[in-house]
């Protein structure tokens, strides 16, 4: 009789204190809590409309938009200068105006990498065979004093890319990796808050925090109309600019339309 | 039946306890972080140094007590990737094939008295970014790890073991599935341990491996004994045979083995024994000949255990050990490598740069050198903060200093906060060997107490840079004095100038040393057998007096009692006098009833800060093989003792530190952390915060000015802890709300200007300072992910000045507040960023206002501005310097709204240039444009290129007088009231200018813009510059 009650309550203990977690029940609970793979398979744009404070109180607007997979285009304005980080294929360019030049130009071929690495707005864990990441999970951290799912992401290309999943909300809390600037590795981090559910009905963090401080979203948009010569680098010949945004845009239409065919 | 009842009652209280009562954990410290401050000026020992080969830039260093370092920029930053984990390590090995796959062996074995344990071997998959535990937990010292070139998921660990005691957890271990199981290929008997393996390169299957008896005791030290000697084996590490063709007689110590990568049937071994040298085997093994035995490359045989011979030439080999020896003769013969100029003496790491032989990377008592010429010139790398530190005392300076002693590398002083940060420069050097304890004199700030080992102990001045020796010595006709090889130096907190010191008597001083007064008789147990330290070290004496015992070890006088006086010693004794040192009770008995093991070394005592008859020590059992944590206290005085316990506790105990305002707040300290009780000793949390989680802890103080808890570690220098205070208000009920405020101390108003403190240099060291924010600290039971939080700040006189986002972790969350004005608006033109608009006034002194919103909620809180006391502006000159500053802020917004006024009306202007095609009408308005166009230009610089123009109109010279008066706290000069006047002026013109233009021209072009359809030209409205 005792023996049996303890192997029972033995059972209780255990199934509450190990729930030893998968990789795949993870990202499938994660996922849910962020609205679902069905949404997600469904985004083809997001445009992301806030601002940072570049002094106390000061606040700088800030945009992203992303094309899925194809282009994206970051601006950052201070005192009516705009900063301007944008990526259209395999080309990138950027304005840097703050110190007195306001001319386009390009990007180095890591920042491009770089950047090329944030068109994916699912994210790495959605998807993420179909993407060639691979996931492990690491086990459990306490992530300043919460409970996390530590996952670790490679990528195709052998960059990884850590995921701190809360153990309750199953919300993604931080993302860290490493950075090669030029031949310079550097470990960047961004914190994800504020998670609140857009019109389209995936949870988004309305609140990144970075190195830079904290960039908050006033608005963010889903599959909502962007002009693609915005991330043409100004001054590039129109044929070859008008090229690149119709073949960027094209795969998007036939993506609907598989879509819609089913 | 019972015990199912009893198992039911387990189990709800179990759940009741998780589900309601929120307790006091690392969680609660949240964002109270320590900051380290070095010193890397002077380094710490460096146990391994490993390179990736085929990136010779990514270096691995493994150090005694400070966790594993990584660069990846060839030593121009390192970063500590080991915080989780046990600090101290003896082993590092990086898989070549795939060098992100590192492995770490923790407690290092250059096995000397302080030696620290280790925890288990380690490994990453990601270039040391995580880590996970891969068995061997109870081995406390690792020596080596070798991975297999071909198939990785074999490796080897050679562990020596316990040092303290007998234990089967030793030997040569072999894994062949990556370290989930392990197999012993290689062991004696539990005293006999594996000091070190080598495999040939060539063919993997041949390895040789050292064994090693080895045993310290807490007096004595002893290298050497029968299961000692050197085994090859030619199958991969299955079966051994002892080597001994040409190899000396009689019992071995510790073996030192290397073979040349290049001919590696060549073998080199040092054999400590009664014929200690270097023996050379040209056979791999089968036989063997005495080479060099010159003195260094025999020395401290159990100490320096490192051998390396190049890479591509076996004919050089290198001894790294006091100096650095270097034989071109394949070890027949030997020279000083940097002999005049060299590194740090001791050595115990080498790395060499297979693919440029030149450069090689060497692990010393006082951190790492580089070299490019083959050892012979070095470079020190200064940003490896891992000193190792004994005990830490503070002064009562504004900013504070640390004063404190080092393994190895003398006595220190720096300062708490210096310009730019404290860095490598803040340090200054007291006093040489290895230091102890270091005591600032009460009176005279030129003086210190500062000593080497065995009591070796000095009044130093700091300003004449003398030293006099100032230890007791025997009276005639009296016994030997038996000083410990940390002998205490300890403050009386009751009585300026009273200093008291122990040998096996306590002496106490009230003239600097110059007289003692032998206050005790023997206070320790007098164990003749265990004060034989002439014949301790085994095959190789080693009397350094780190085998001294029987001796005092921890003194404290009670701050509420100065008669009453606390002796603890290296062999168990407690005793207290509560009259001066006349008469003394032994309290051994009573502790140990308690369940502390008797003869355990005490390691300190902490006689109570607010109740006479409370009483906290800690014990230290290592030294007998124990490393259970011992914290114990009595509230009568040593009658009776209760132990404090944690489940959170790892690591023999140190230091036990009462708070000097609240009786509820602990802290102690270990060889593996620093722990933090919030309610007198019941729960404890480890501290995680900005701090290495097992960390040594040696020693604990709190600087009773700024109530800054500052931290002596044995490998990672000192750390602070700025501002205990909230960790004094959080209490159980506290943990409980969802938000909570916790008061802080009023902020001082201070302009933190420019001047003094050129910033550390690329490749070196800096410490961050204390920040001169005031601070805002509140708890939050969890962490906020669904709402947005951010704080609202107001003035004094509660106008609201802006808001901005705010911390959201679990815990105690920290926002800092610069006590300034929202800085002026900006005008959106100009070649180049306006830094005016970067800039604010300082805030009047008084009591604001601070709103916390989470989401809808808002939660209220205040916090006080206060005038720096001790500034050394008069009141009247910090008004006028406010004042000023006040003035240019308002002028730089007004200058902005006018340059915004004129650029708004440029645009509207060009908006008529394109709409409107009759050339007489657009005559005027271009003319117009262009008028104002020149006005711009005289208003802002407008020349576009680089960031260095040069180019100066009227809003660079505004804000740049700006930014000069408010990082000032003083009067300003009569230069800024005259340039404040003259550019005032200058606006005044433009303004008359544009006003004037306007009057000729708006009235004309408005009605040709009306004319043709566009809306009237109008003036920018201050309002709507502002809302934009």
């Not at chain 1, 997979?69 to 944008?86: D, H, P, S, W, Y």
């Not at chain 1, 999970?137 to 990528?155: A, I, N, S």
């Not at chain 2, 390179?51 to 010779?56: F, L, R, V």
């Not at chain 2, 501002?723 to 009023?746: G, T």
Request: a neutral charge; proline letters at 4%; charged letters at 25%.
């Amino acid at each position: 009789m005792f023996k049996k009650v303890f192997f029972l309550l033995s059972v209780i203990f255990l199934a509450s204190a190990m729930q030893a977690q998968t990789v795949d029940e993870i990202v499938d609970k994660h996922l849910e809590a962020i609205g679902g793979k069905d949404l997600l398979s469904k985004i083809q744009n997001v445009v992301m409309k806030g601002s940072t404070q570049i002094a106390p109180g000061q606040e700088a607007p800030v945009s992203i938009t992303v094309v899925q997979g194809k282009a994206l285009r970051f601006e950052l304005t201070i005192q009516g200068m705009t900063m301007v980080n944008a990526v259209n294929g395999d080309k990138g360019w950027k304005i840097m105006p703050f110190q007195g030049k306001k001319d386009p130009e390009p990007m180095t071929p890591e920042e491009i990498v770089q950047s090329k690495d944030q068109l994916d707005v699912t994210g790495d864990l959605y998807n993420y065979k179909t993407k060639g990441n691979q996931v492990e999970f690491l086990g459990t951290e306490d992530m300043e004093g919460t409970e996390v799912y530590k996952l670790k992401v490679t990528k195709p290309d052998g960059n990884m890319i850590y995921h701190y999943i809360d153990t309750e909300s199953y919300l993604d809390l931080k993302q860290s990796q490493k950075i090669k600037v030029e031949e310079k590795e550097m470990d960047v981090e961004q914190t994800f808050s504020n998670y609140k559910k857009t019109d389209f009905g995936v949870t988004l963090p309305f609140a990144m925090g970075g190195m830079m401080g904290e960039m908050k979203w006033n608005t963010i948009e889903i599959n909502t109309k962007i002009d693609n010569s915005i991330f043409a680098m100004p001054g590039e010949k129109v044929e070859k600019g008008k090229a690149d945004t119709k073949s960027s845009a094209k795969p998007k239409k036939e993506k609907k339309k598989k879509e819609s065919s089913k | 039946m019972k015990h199912f009842i009893y198992l039911l009652t387990v189990l709800s209280f179990t759940l009741s306890v998780s589900g309601q009562n929120v307790k006091f954990s690392s969680a609660t410290i949240g964002a109270l972080e320590a900051r380290s401050i070095g010193p890397a000026t002077m380094s710490g020992r460096i146990t391994a140094i490993e390179g990736i080969n085929k990136e010779p830039r990514t270096i691995y260093v493994g150090t005694a007590g400070g966790g594993i370092w990584k660069t990846t920029d060839g030593c121009s930053s390192f970063k500590p990737v080991f915080d989780k984990h046990c600090q101290s390590i003896g082993a590092i090995a990086i898989d070549q094939a795939r060098p992100d796959t590192v492995w770490a062996g923790t407690g290092e074995s250059n096995m000397r008295n302080s030696v620290s344990v280790g925890n288990g071997i380690y490994r990453s998959a990601d270039g040391g970014e995580n880590w996970s535990k891969m068995g061997l937990d109870s081995t406390e010292h690792i020596s080596r790890i070798l991975i297999h070139p071909s198939s990785p998921n074999t490796v080897f660990a050679a562990v020596p073991g316990h040092l303290w005691d007998n234990s089967k957890e030793r030997g040569l271990y072999r894994t062949k599935d990556g370290g989930k199981t392990w197999e012993k290929v290689l062991y004696i008997d539990d005293k006999t341990g594996c000091a070190e393996v080598i495999m040939n390169p060539a063919n993997p299957n041949i390895m040789y491996a050292t064994m090693w008896e080895f045993r310290r005791k807490p007096f004595s030290f002893n290298s050497g004994g029968k299961g000692s000697g050197i085994y090859k084996s030619t199958d991969g590490g299955t079966t051994w045979k002892k080597l001994t063709n040409g190899l000396p007689e009689g019992e071995f110590g510790r073996v030192a083995i290397a073979l040349a990568p290049s001919a590696p049937d060549n073998i080199l071994a040092i054999v400590e024994s009664k014929a200690t040298g270097l023996y050379i085997s040209s056979d791999g093994g089968a036989s063997w000949k005495q080479q060099s035995s010159s003195s260094n490359v025999t020395a401290r045989p159990f100490y320096f255990s490192t051998l390396v011979v190049d890479p591509k030439d076996a004919k050089r080999v290198y001894r790294p050990s006091f100096t650095f020896s270097i034989s071109t003769d394949g070890g027949y013969s030997f020279s000083e490598g940097g002999y005049f100029n060299g590194p740090h003496p001791d050595h115990h790491a080498l790395w060499i740069n297979p693919a440029y032989t030149n450069q090689m990377y060497l692990g010393s008592d006082g951190g790492v050198y580089v070299s490019n010429d083959r050892g012979n010139s070095w470079v020190f790398i200064q940003n490896l903060p891992v000193s190792q530190f004994y005990h830490v005392s503070t002064d009562l300076q504004t900013p504070y200093n640390v004063y404190g002693g080092l393994q190895d590398n003398g006595s220190w002083k720096a300062p708490s906060q210096s310009p730019s940060g404290i860095n490598n420069k803040d340090w200054d050097e007291l006093y040489g060997g290895d230091g102890f304890w270091v005591q600032p004199d009460d009176i005279n700030q030129d003086i210190v107490y500062a000593e080497y080992q065995g009591g070796h102990m000095a009044r130093v001045n700091m300003k004449t840079q003398e030293s006099l020796d100032i230890q007791p010595y025997p009276l005639a006709g009296e016994e030997k004095l038996r000083w410990n090889w940390n002998t205490p130096i300890v403050k009386s907190p009751t009585q300026k100038g009273v200093l008291y010191t122990g040998s096996q008597f306590l002496y106490k001083t009230e003239n600097q040393g110059t007289t003692w007064k032998k206050i005790s008789p023997d206070l320790t147990t007098n164990d003749k057998n265990k004060q034989k330290q002439e014949e301790s070290g085994g095959l190789t004496v080693d009397n350094s007096s780190a085998e001294n015992h029987c001796t005092i070890f921890t003194i404290a006088e009670s701050p509420l009692n100065a008669q009453e006086i606390w002796v603890g010693t290296d062999d168990g004794n407690l005793q207290v006098s509560r009259d001066g040192g006349n008469t003394w009770t032994n309290l051994t008995a009573n502790y140990a009833l308690a369940g502390i093991p008797k003869g355990t070394w005490i390691s300190s005592i902490m006689p109570g800060n607010f109740d006479k008859n409370t009483v906290y020590v800690t014990f230290d059992n290592h030294t007998y093989g124990d490393c259970n944590t011992y914290l114990a206290r009595s509230k009568d005085g040593g009658k009776t003792w209760e132990r404090l316990n944690s489940k959170e506790f790892t690591g023999f105990a140190h230091k036990i530190l009462e708070d000097i305002e609240s009786p509820d707040l602990l802290f102690l300290g270990t060889e593996m952390g620093l722990f933090v009780s919030i309610d007198k000793g019941q729960n404890w949390a480890r501290m995680k915060a900005g701090f290495p989680e097992y960390a040594l802890v040696r020693d604990l103080v709190i600087q009773p000015q700024t109530h800054d808890l500052v931290i002596a570690t044995h490998g990672r220098g000192i750390y602070i802890l700025d501002d205990i205070s909230p960790l004094r208000k959080i209490n159980n009920a506290m943990l409980e709300s969802e938000v909570a405020f916790i008061e802080s101390r009023p902020a001082i108003l201070k302009s933190r200007g420019f001047g003094g403190g050129y910033p550390s240099q690329p490749g070196e060291f800096a410490g961050p300072n204390k920040s001169e924010d005031a601070r805002i600290i509140y708890y939050l039971k969890n962490r906020i992910t669904t709402e947005e939080v951010k704080m609202r700040f107001y003035d004094s006189k509660g106008t609201f000045l802006y808001e901005k986002p705010a911390s959201k972790r679990k815990g105690i969350n920290v926002v800092n507040w610069d006590m300034r004005m929202k800085p002026p608006k900006a005008a959106k033109t100009g070649a180049s960023l306006d830094m005016g608009g970067f800039i604010s006034p300082l805030l009047d002194a008084g009591t604001c206002k601070v709103v916390l919103m989470i989401g809808e909620k808002s939660f209220e809180t205040q916090v006080k501005l206060v005038e720096d006391d001790k500034s050394v502006h008069s009141a009247e000159d910090r008004k006028a310097q406010r004042n000023l500053s006040l003035q240019l802020y308002n002028q730089v917004e007004e200058l902005a709204y006018f340059t915004q006024q004129i650029v708004s009306l440029q645009a509207d202007l060009k908006k008529g240039l394109n709409t409107i095609k009759d050339e007489v009408s657009i005559k005027p308005i271009q003319a117009f444009h262009d008028s104002l166009e020149s006005v711009r230009k005289t208003l802002v610089a407008t020349k576009e290129g680089t960031a260095i123009t040069g180019e100066e109109q009227i809003r660079e010279k505004l804000s740049s007088l700006f930014a000069q008066v408010s990082f000032w706290d003083g009067r300003p000069t009569d230069s800024h009231y005259d340039r404040a006047k003259a550019l005032a002026a200058d606006i005044l013109k433009a303004k008359q200018k544009v006003e004037k233009l306007s009057g000729e021209n708006l009235g004309k072009i408005n009605s040709v813009f009306t004319a043709s359809g566009l809306p009237a030209l109008s003036l920018l409205t201050k309002e709507d510059f502002m809302k934009d």
